[in-house]
């Protein structure tokens, strides 16, 4: 996952490979729910999804007195025991609606004498509407109080009042703000439901019927029938009571899987022989939004589909505008949304006025991103419609007047906004797209960004590139680190690769001699090299510390001068960029390996602060050092690599000189990061 304050992607082309997505979140909460409820039993429940909303739910069962025990992808769960429940207990549900809503019913109907809950969320929950429940739920009794605002949590629940609760058998609920309403009085009700039969009648048009489609479809697993009349009316029989099923398995989310749908019809080689594969969801889902496979090939992507599989590639192009209804779709009908930006025509979602009530207004918000993207965005109370930019790129300002603009995309909390717009950097027009707290997806799919480049291909060169090189103990190594912390890129440390060279050869007994390149070419050729965090394997032998030696330093300065050992590491260092970007240090990262990279730093520092750094950095790690030896080791292998014939340590023509001596690391970070920020499109007003 990426815990960085932005992740700029860059413009991307084409797509193919195998994806498997995480366990669907709808699924996994009122899994991990009805586990719960049932009494004393124990169930498996196999690839739930590790997220935040999961995550919400477990913490509040765990503070209730669940037992969870976890092997590998597999979790335990031994039902709640009322009356071995905490007399109190504060339970903080993040903005995971699919726990909130449930767990309110649920435990509204389940508390005894004396016994006082409250639930609360972050800040976005506090204004997600909960009154409807609460007023169903007050018809059973059920005593609730609003801690804030009311019709919104927190809320405090305490045990119902039976005489109250009495002969109230049925219940009417609104089924036009949410539908979660519904599935929390649907998975609550089997709880009383022992002796007599319990009637819901849903108010107003229900929205979301999908997800009602899943909740049926797992109380049914847990051993209770609903009867449902015309998705109007409800009935919990007499005698339900939910049973373990021993195990069950959590299918993917169909959600997630619009965004790879969505990327098949459009990234540009997928069509020619080139394909997405879906794994772990597909025609025999449960999931409402799996149906939107049928509205993505409305649009023109072409997709197969397997009982628990789907395969996709591009078909028409561009793709075509629609006109839906997206009440079937709620959550998956935003991907449609960012299609629409590669689509001929302006495509029109309605019926999505729950997009209001979500993670964040989800209309205002779409609406706002693609307006950056220079579509042109109109939106009214329940729908939106999108006209995508012209495909040139567009010089001047104001939203839609012509083609693409590079957007620094908000992401308002919502990990739907956030893999929504990372489909827009398949832009016509080249350019990178930035998604601003990328971390916002560990809602659903915590490794939604890695998935994604996985699979993707930038557009050839696009791939950044940033050069640190320089002398020996400049700093090279520590700021890289910094910089590509901060942009969530990979680190390659070329100097780390001779130091191997010099170590594996020496290993062989060849000397690190110009008479023996053929050799030396061939031992780096054959190298069995793996990076396993900070650790260097070399054939399965930690050598990270010894290459790290005065020995070590010397070995790989000679082995470095020898042309063909160089020519042997130059493909691998080229194949180290990629996506999202690279940060490369060492001494000819700007001059031979990456000459077109867009930012190059020639970091110095005085030789006796050099001095100074590599003695303490040797000492902390245990190894031995001599400050008058390390001097003039270091002014012998600053003279060898500089005077070198062969990609001599230099300065690029087109680098900037840093000189660290006198600040720190952080300091350094931030003079590149600045640099950096200098060289992106982003313009002034769409920056975080
Ligand atoms: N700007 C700086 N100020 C103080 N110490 C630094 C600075 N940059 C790096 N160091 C320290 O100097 C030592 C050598 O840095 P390193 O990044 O390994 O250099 P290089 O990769 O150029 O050989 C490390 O112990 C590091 O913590
Ligand atoms: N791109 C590179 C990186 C390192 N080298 C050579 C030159 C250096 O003396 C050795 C070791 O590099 P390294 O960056 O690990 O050395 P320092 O930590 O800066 O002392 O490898 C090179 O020739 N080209």
């Not at 567009?394 to 990372?422: L, P, Q, V």
């Not at 350094?668 to 992106?680: D, H, I, K, T, Y």
Request: overall charge negative.
């Amino acid at each position: 996952m990426y815990t960085i304050p932005f992740l700029d992607i860059p413009p991307l082309q084409g797509a193919h490979g195998v994806v498997r997505l995480p366990g669907s979140k709808s699924i996994s909460n009122r899994v991990l729910l009805l586990a719960a409820l049932c009494q004393g039993a124990t169930t498996e429940v196999c690839d739930v999804l590790a997220s935040d909303d999961t995550d919400a739910m477990l913490g509040a069962l765990q503070m209730l007195g669940c037992r969870i025990e976890r092997e590998g992808s597999v979790l335990r769960i031994t039902g709640l025991q009322p009356d071995a429940m905490p007399a109190q207990a504060s339970l903080h549900l993040g903005n995971a609606g699919t726990a909130m809503r449930p767990l309110t019913a649920a435990l509204a109907l389940l508390l005894g004498d004396g016994q006082v809950y409250e639930l609360t969320g972050v800040a976005r929950m506090q204004e997600r509407p909960i009154g409807d429940l609460v007023e169903a739920l007050r018809q059973l009794g059920c005593e609730i109080e609003y801690l804030r605002n009311e019709g919104f949590p927190p809320l405090r629940l305490r045990a119902a009042d039976p005489a109250r609760r009495a002969g109230h058998t049925r219940l009417a609920i609104r089924g036009d703000v949410s539908s979660q309403f519904l599935t929390a009085m649907l998975m609550a009700l089997p709880l009383l439901a022992a002796e007599r039969a319990y009637t819901i009648e849903v108010e107003g048009e229900l929205i979301s019927k999908p997800y009602i489609a899943i909740t049926l479809e797992l109380l049914a697993r847990f051993g209770v029938q609903v009867d449902n009349e015309q998705w109007q009316r409800f009935t919990i029989p007499a005698g339900s009571a939910y049973r373990s099923p021993g195990q069950i398995h959590v299918e993917a989310d169909a959600s997630s899987a619009s965004y790879f749908l969505a990327l098949g019809g459009i990234a540009s080689d997928a069509g020619q022989g080139h394909s997405i594969t879906i794994e772990g969801v597909g025609a025999d889902s449960i999931q409402g939004d799996i149906r939107f496979a049928q509205a993505a090939a409305q649009m023109g992507v072409q997709i197969e589909s397997g009982p628990n599989w789907l395969r996709v590639q591009r078909g028409r192009w561009p793709l075509q505008a629609i006109e839906l209804d997206c009440n079937h779709i709620p959550d998956a009908a935003m991907t449609l949304a960012v299609m629409a930006l590669y689509a001929e025509g302006t495509t029109r979602l309605t019926n999505i006025g729950s997009w209001r009530v979500k993670e964040t207004d989800r209309i205002d918000a779409m609406a706002a991103e693609c307006a950056k993207l220079g579509a042109r965005v109109e939106s009214g109370p329940d729908w939106i419609a999108i006209t995508p930019p012209a495909a040139g790129v567009n010089a001047g300002e104001g939203a839609g007047r012509g083609g693409w603009r590079a957007a620094s995309i908000a992401t308002y909390d919502d990990h739907r906004m956030a893999m929504c717009f990372s489909l827009a950097a398949f832009n016509p027009a080249g350019l990178p797209v930035r998604i601003e707290d990328p971390r916002c997806v560990g809602k659903t799919f915590p490794d939604y960004f890695e998935t994604l480049f996985g699979v993707v291909q930038a557009l050839p060169g696009q791939v950044p590139v940033i050069c640190i090189d320089g002398p020996s103990a400049s700093g090279k190594g520590s700021l890289a680190a910094a910089v590509a912390a901060q942009l969530g890129y990979a680190v390659l440390d070329s100097g780390a690769l001779y130091r191997i060279a010099g170590y594996a050869a020496c290993a062989r007994g060849i000397p690190l001699h110009a008479d023996h390149a053929p050799e030396l070419a061939q031992v780096v050729q054959e190298m069995d090299v793996a990076f396993v965090g900070e650790t260097i394997l070399l054939g399965g032998e930690d050598i990270s510390l010894k290459i790290r030696s005065d020995t070590g330093s010397r070995n790989a300065s000679l082995i470095s001068a020898i042309p063909a050992v160089r020519d042997a590491l130059l493909q691998f260092q080229r194949d180290r960029a990629r996506l999202p970007g690279l940060v490369a240090d060492g001494r000819d990262m700007g001059t031979v390996v990456f000459p077109q990279a867009p930012l190059k730093v020639f970091l110095t520092a005085s030789a006796e602060k050099r001095a100074e750094r590599r003695y303490k950095q040797l000492i902390s790690q245990g190894l031995s050092a001599n400050m008058t030896t390390l001097r003039e080791e270091l002014h012998a292998r600053d003279l060898r690599d500089s005077t070198r014939a062969v990609a001599p340590l230099q300065p690029a023509v087109d680098a900037l000189s840093l000189d660290n001596s006198d600040i720190g690391i952080e300091a350094a970070a931030r003079q590149v990061l600045s640099w950096w920020e200098e060289r992106r499109p982003f313009s002034e007003s769409s920056r975080p």
